[in-house]
């Protein structure tokens, strides 16, 4: 599936695995059960509901419980260690969790393993071909991640000049570009509708793709019942 | 006897990261509408771009189409999902070498070793581990939660005695992050220790050789046979005798499947797994096929070789042995097979 020019993959199942991948920009969203297809991507990132929203006691399993398993296969394929962003909530316990499965293993799971808090970004190096020579950098949201794409764009003053002189202005440390960042991915996990309303949330919509959650499609499910567990339901994003 | 071969075989190891491996033939089948909550068990992956371009009703219908196509897929996977047929049990599961391994034998709602979790797995009610890599046991977590999610009744799970508090540990943090009470019964079963599974199956572990600590779980079915001396005796005298407080029965327990885990192929030697031999099924890896790894190789990565095309060791060995040799290919993928 391609949106916007960027190939999407995965699946979604509700209470047993969540995982959205990006092939061209080597990232994954939550690793679930660790479908093939994520092993080769360089970067992952966890989502992760407010904790008053964590009802079902699955959420962890559905979101990274092939953590272990993918890590480890990198290492099988003696790929480079992942980077792995976690919400900084979760990071010590992600820490652990590695530690028990390296105790059991007696592997070294390999891995950069990053807390990040909301508001707080990280920039990404990609070994991407698609996007070479890009920058990007992730920044956790609230409730989810956005990635923005920083491009240098030449300033209206020295749009039409040639190329030399350009280079000239270049070398003395004339900032001949501007940097803009573009929100391009955002990425909610399971969430209530709310964030939509929520004005700090502005990049989420203004993203190129906004990745998020329906997990309740049928009129057998009430909005209320949907928001009791902490999702969306279908009707609500119509009703958008 | 029936000595059934499992295939798991090395991935092609690349030698550059930046092309992805093969992917490894992955049975995600959809789950059995085994739940409470049916409502619950779909989730359409759907990217959509800002909210405006989800008015109109071709979102809807493509949601529709989604659903059938998840109704269809359940139907499709249920008709071809295939298992072995082998004395009356019927032999399911995966394992992929360095992968995942969980074989299940769903008349005995067990599964040996659990993985990546396959969702035939979450049905069965006993989870034996043979040794704690990653790939035998890594869908642990994930199939307590599966089970709490579908309300099934908390699983028993056996691990060999030595990795118990490891994987006690590794649920305290899954239920800290989870917040969730992910129950289940763990027992540390050791090699030569009895389990009463149920009235009439009674499980006990032997001795395998991996690179980590390892063992074997042999099944067996439980009957009483009528002593000899009292064969003759008529229905009412037998009765009495019992009444009286007389030993009439005596206890026999005959191996119905046995399962090795990874394992060097030193086990069959090792007059402690007799029952394993002796057992209806004896289920056994063989990671290491061609030529292209030797047998030092394998033993000393704590594995079987089996120097030779499947379906050529498979009638090398049916030839010594009186067993039937079973080679478990289905859906294996390799040069070796069609």
Known sequence: MMIEGYPIEGLSIAGHETCIILPTLNLAFDIGRCPSRAISQQFLFISHGHMDHIVSSSDFPVLLGGLPMYVATRGLYRMAPPTIVVPAAIKENVEKLFEAHRAMDHSELKHNLIGLNVGTSFGLTLNSAAFLGEEFYLRKDLKGYIIYSVRQKLKQEYIGLPGTEIKNLRSTGVEVTNTTTMPEIAFTGDTVSDFIFDDNNVDVLRAKVLIMESTYVSNLETVENARDYGHTHLSEVEYL | ?338
Not at chain 2, 206 to 235: D, E, N
Request: charged share 25%; hydrophobic share 35%; with cysteine.
């Open chain 2, 1 to 338: 006897m029936q000595l059934s071969m499992t295939i798991s075989t090395t991935s092609p190891f690349p030698s550059l990261s930046h092309t992805p491996p093969p992917p490894p033939p992955l049975l995600l089948q959809p789950l059995k509408d085994q739940t409470q909550n049916p409502d619950r068990t779909l989730r359409v992956s759907h990217h959509v771009g800002p909210p405006q371009a989800l008015k109109g009703s071709g979102f809807l219908s493509a949601i529709g189409r989604a659903i059938e196509e998840e109704e269809y897929r359940k139907a499709r996977a249920e008709v071809s999902r295939k298992g072995f047929d082998l004395e009356g049990y019927s032999i399911e599961g995966i394992s992929i070498g360095g992968h995942e391994t969980c074989v299940i034998v769903p008349e005995l709602k067990t599964a040996f070793d659990i993985g990546r979790c396959p969702s035939r797995a979450v049905q069965q009610n006993f989870v034996f581990i043979t040794h704690a890599h990653l790939d035998h046991i890594g869908g642990l977590p994930m199939y307590v939660a599966t089970r709490a999610l579908y309300n099934l009744k908390p699983p028993t799970i056996f691990v060999p005695p030595c990795i118990k508090e490891d994987v006690e540990k590794l649920f305290d943090i899954h239920r800290t992050m989870s917040q969730a009470e992910l129950k289940f019964d763990l027992v540390a079963l050791d090699i030569g220790e009895t389990y009463e599974m149920r009235n009439n199956l009674v499980v006990r572990p032997f001795k395998t050789c991996h690179v980590i600590p390892s063992q074997g779980y042999v099944i067996y079915s439980v009957r009483k046979k009528l002593r000899k001396q009292y064969m003759h005796l008529k229905g009412k005298q037998i009765e009495k005798l019992k009444k009286s407080g007389v030993e009439i029965t005596d206890t026999i327990l005959s191996p119905e499947v046995a399962f090795t885990g990874d394992t060097t192929s030193d086990f069959l030697l090792d007059p402690r797994s007799a029952d394993a031999l002796r057992a209806k099924i004896l289920i056994t890896e063989a990671t290491f096929l061609d030529e292209g790894y030797s047998i030092e190789h394998a033993r000393e990565h704590g594995h079987t070789h089996l120097f030779e095309d499947i379906r050529q060791a498979v009638s090398k060995l049916q030839l010594k042995v009186s067993a039937k040799v079973v080679a478990l290919t289905e859906g294996f993928k390799s040069m070796h097979t069609s």
